[in-house]
């Protein structure tokens, strides 16, 4: 191995750990103690780090190495990074780009590789990229599981068997607390969906719907929310106003004559409003009003959750936005963290909900 390979290995544990004894991490390298004594030596001359009896800490404090001097991620042919973290996502085409641009600015912030895995919504696939992940011996993971809950699933238990430092992201870890060391960042869904509908009931709106696709691990919480406001707001909880788009989905003639017999029943109902998830479903509730010429907000508004393409439509959409990118950020950091033991960082596991934002447009504005 070349002495600055060497080198980078050792600034690499410093920055993790904080310290170094040369013996072990002789051993762990198969290399001699007098050969890493004379790299210490180096660094140490450098200001890299501060030598003390039978190894290094770092200098002054402070982080040594790659990260200490530059902010610059990993690159294939580039410096050795401080470390690798895998995430594995469900989707790479929808909602998560942003979470996965959150994680990625982290990484690059931080001198971090970043490996990335798409599980297409298969628990297999999910596993797979798991267990690949351990092969290659990632520092750390980031996963979105493909189920609603991890409880009782085989994730889960190749969960519970990692070495390394786990964020759950976008995905509640309530009742997996018992298995691992697991972490979570997450969009307070329940909170989004409150907003939502706070933001209706401000513009006078008494009869809201909720339109959603049951099968979404978003739903179950849209569905919390919705209730939680309509409550606060003094009216009792109305199961039927929660109406569910849970076929068709992949035929569009057939999911547009599930959206009109939606519209039919609110017309019935005297429903005025709705918050629909997701951003695609809320534009065909739109194109189906102005087939119907029903005026959008002035006859029917809409709220939709995810703001994702909501701008586009013909009505530009009110919209929920989830803290995508911040999710990404955050967990990215608070696995980096856990994998360092860094001077100041929590001993406690963490569960960090972050709020989503409303953005007003056309389709509630009259």
């Keep these: 191995m070349l002495s600055e390979d060497r080198q980078q290995l050792i600034l690499r544990e410093l920055a993790l750990h904080g310290s170094l004894n040369a013996g072990e991490f002789a051993a762990k390298l198969g290399t001699s103690g007098m050969t890493i004594r004379r790299d210490l030596a180096v660094l140490a001359e450098q200001g890299l780090l501060e030598r003390v009896h039978g190894g290094a800490i770092t200098s002054g404090g402070k982080p040594a190495g790659p990260a200490a001097q530059q902010s610059t991620s990993w690159r294939p042919g580039g410096r050795r990074p401080l470390a690798t973290i895998g995430m594995i996502v469900p989707s790479a085409s929808y909602y998560f780009p942003g979470v996965i641009r959150g994680a990625e600015a982290a990484a690059h912030e931080a001198g971090v590789r970043l490996v990335l895995g ?33 409880a009782g699933t085989e994730t889960l238990d190749l969960l519970a068997e990692a070495d390394v430092p786990v964020v759950v992201v976008e995905r509640s870890i309530d009742d997996a607390q018992d298995r691992g060391r697991l972490e979570s960042v997450r969009s307070d869904h329940v909170r989004g969906s409150e907003i939502a509908v706070n933001h209706l009931l401000g513009l006078g709106h008494r009869k809201i719907a909720i339109c959603l696709r049951e099968n979404s691990p978003t739903a179950p919480q849209l569905i919390d929310g919705f209730h939680l406001a309509m409550q606060r707001a003094g009216h009792s909880r109305d199961e039927s106003m929660v109406r569910a788009m849970s076929r068709a989905q992949n035929d569009p003639q057939a999911h547009r004559l599930l959206v009109d017999a939606i519209l039919d029943w609110c017309a019935e109902s005297q429903v005025t409003a709705a918050v629909v998830h997701t951003d695609e479903d809320a534009l065909q509730f739109v194109s189906a009003c102005q087939e119907r010429r029903l005026r959008v907000p002035e006859d029917f508004a809409i709220v939709s959750y995810d703001d994702e393409i909501a701008a586009l439509g013909a009505v530009p959409l009110t919209a929920v936005a989830p803290p995508k990118y911040d999710v990404g ?22 569960r960090v909900n972050l709020s989503p934002a409303l953005v007003v447009r056309e389709s509630t504005q009259v």
């Design 118 to 150: 798409v599980s297409n919504y298969s628990g297999a696939e999910e596993r797979r990229q798991l267990r690949r992940l351990y092969e290659h011996g990632v520092d750390g993971i980031l996963i979105t599981p493909s189920e609603q809950s991890l």
């Design 329 to 350: 950020h955050q967990a990215l950091v608070m696995c980096l963290n856990r994998i360092g033991g860094r001077r100041g960082s929590t001993s406690a596991l963490q």
